[in-house]
């Protein structure tokens, strides 16, 4: 069965691919959203870690809150991030798993995927790779993660539902869905929830 | 929706002010937007 969603997914993502391919390319530009280091610090990221990541690792950085804050991620644990962007959270669960852990970080976009492989390289990061994927069918065996974290990106899927359910696919029985996404208290009107235009206002 | 897809042990974390002093702020404000986190368990 179709799921019915507010617009259309196709054109929500081409738009989304669009707002993000210029946070990758330019991560100083005027965005309706904070980056890079002051944004970790608005969002209470670990700064002695934030600190000791190179300006490639952090700039690009467009998150809306702390995936950590409320579970740390154990040492060996193998980590999926769902729209992993620049690489930003995927760096510090490469930190908090330690060695013997993996992190996979998942993203739709060319341009944010070289950006967070040539920080993983320049990091010398041996436990954290990069795959092309859409978070409704991600390139990822069923049941492979202890843990799947996400920062901004499930409000930007059309299909919310569909995502959980990929998500719920690649954890195994008793991994832990850790995300940060937006939220809103009052209502937002019907006609500007189908307006594809202010999804990534 | 977490809840019916079958996740267990969900909690939500107090609300962040991730669009305050940014561009997007004014119309953050206007539908009270802010940035949280989330836990969830896929049951064993």
């Known amino acids: ?201 | 929706m977490l809840a019916e897809i079958g996740f267990v042990d969900i909690r939500v974390g107090p609300k962040v002010d991730t669009f305050g002093e940014a561009g997007g702020e004014k119309k953050a404000r206007q539908f009270e937007v802010f940035g949280y986190s989330f836990l969830a368990r896929k049951p064993r």
Not at chain 1, 62 to 76: H, I, M
Not at chain 1, 165 to 171: C, S
Request: proline fraction near 5%; hydrophobic fraction near 40%; include cysteine.
């Open chain 1, 1 to 201: 069965m179709k799921a019915e969603t507010p617009v259309d997914p196709r054109a929500l993502r081409e738009e989304v691919k669009s707002k993000y391919r210029d946070v990758a390319t330019n991560p100083r530009g005027e965005y309706h959203f904070h980056t890079g280091r002051p944004l970790a610090r608005r969002l209470g990221y670990e700064q002695g870690v934030v600190d000791a990541m190179p300006e490639r690792a952090v700039e690009s950085f467009a998150g809306v809150a702390n995936p950590f804050s409320l579970r740390r991620l154990e040492a060996g644990e193998r980590v999926i991030d769902v729209g992993s962007g620049a690489g930003f959270d995927c760096f510090i669960a490469a930190h908090q798993v330690g060695p013997q852990g993996r992190v996979l970080g998942v993203d739709m976009l060319q341009e944010m995927l070289e950006r967070s492989r040539a920080a993983a390289a320049e990091m010398g990061l041996a436990n954290v790779a990069f795959r092309e994927g859409l978070i409704e069918e991600m390139p990822v065996e069923d049941g492979w993660a202890d843990a799947v974290i996400s920062n901004g990106v499930i409000n930007l899927c059309a299909d919310k539902r569909r995502a959980f359910q990929e998500i719920w696919r690649v954890l195994r029985p008793g991994g832990w869905l850790q995300f940060a996404d937006i939220a809103n208290g009052k209502p937002v009107p019907e006609s500007a929830l189908r307006n594809i235009d202010l999804w990534t206002a």
